[in-house]
Antibody, heavy 121, light 112 residues
Framework: HVQLQQSGPGLVKPSQTLSLTCDIS??????????WNWIRQSPSRGLEWLGRTYYRSRWNYDYALSVKSRITIKSDTSKNRFSLQLNSLTPEDTAVYYCARDDDYVLMDVWGQGTTVTVSS | DIVMTQTPLSLSVTPGQPASISCKSSQSLLHSDGTTYLYWYVQKPGQAPQLLMYEVSSRFSGVPDRFSGSGSGTDFTLKISRVEAEDVGVYYCLQGILLPLTFGGGTKVEIK
């Protein structure tokens, strides 16, 4: 039974960096059949895929062009987790952020609980 | 980017009646491997989205058989044969053939 548990701040100031973590239980971040995604949801942008990482003999990273210059997704095999860093935040980054797993080609079959992030001074 | 367009925006259904949601993609979702990478999710109030269907018509584990998916190429449909109160939520389609992965705008299903 795979579970994803998110953690991170709910309020971040403009121009600062958002850091969120997704702890994995019941699977391995270095699984050769899994992928690990970050998605956000806001009233103005709907559900927006931000990026993912996955391990296939080496680590791979895919990012949405809309955030590519500002985003970093990392994996931590020692703690079996992955993380999101999004820098140079603006109020437009205010959203609920989710992590989600891909199980081979079954995309986003398990989701974290979501983290409401507000960008405000 | 592939644009996913869902209709209708909202649906009010009497319990026990059927419901149908359309999703159209701006490009074909048929891959050269023969698989069509179209997924359906439902987001119930206050919850994260949850997977319903993958590869057009395969029901995810635990999804009731009153849910079915069909379609090909660029036109897809999610059907609920007999809507129940627990089916209330916003339904989203997702394309998985091309990065960035993109979602439809959502269809809100309510009970009359």
């Amino acid at each position: 039974h795979v579970q994803l548990q998110q953690s991170g701040p709910g309020l971040v100031k403009p121009s600062q960096t958002l850091s969120l973590t997704c702890d994995i239980s019941g699977d391995s971040v270095s699984s050769k059949t899994a992928g690990w995604n970050w998605i956000r949801q806001s009233p103005s942008r709907g559900l927006e895929w931000l990026g993912r990482t996955y391990y296939r003999s080496r680590w791979n990273y895919d990012y949405a062009l809309s955030v590519k210059s500002r985003i970093t997704i990392k994996s931590d095999t020692s703690k079996n987790r992955f993380s999101l860093q999004l820098n140079s935040l603006t109020p437009e980054d205010t959203a609920v952020y989710y992590c989600a797993r891909d199980d081979d080609y079954v995309l986003m079959d398990v989701w974290g609980q979501g983290t409401t992030v507000t960008v405000s001074s | 980017d592939i644009v996913m367009t869902q209709t209708p925006l909202s649906l009010s259904v009497t319990p026990g009646q059927p419901a149908s949601i359309s999703c159209k993609s701006s490009q074909s979702l048929l891959h050269s491997d023969g698989t069509t990478y179209l997924y359906w999710y439902v987001q119930k109030p206050g919850q994260a989205p949850q997977l319903l269907m993958y590869e057009v018509s395969s029901r995810f584990s635990g999804v009731p058989d009153r849910f079915s998916g069909s379609g090909s190429g660029t036109d897809f449909t999610l059907k609920i044969s007999r809507v129940e109160a627990e089916d209330v939520g916003v339904y989203y389609c997702l394309q998985g053939i091309l990065l960035p992965l993109t979602f439809g705008g959502g269809t809100k299903v309510e009970i009359k």
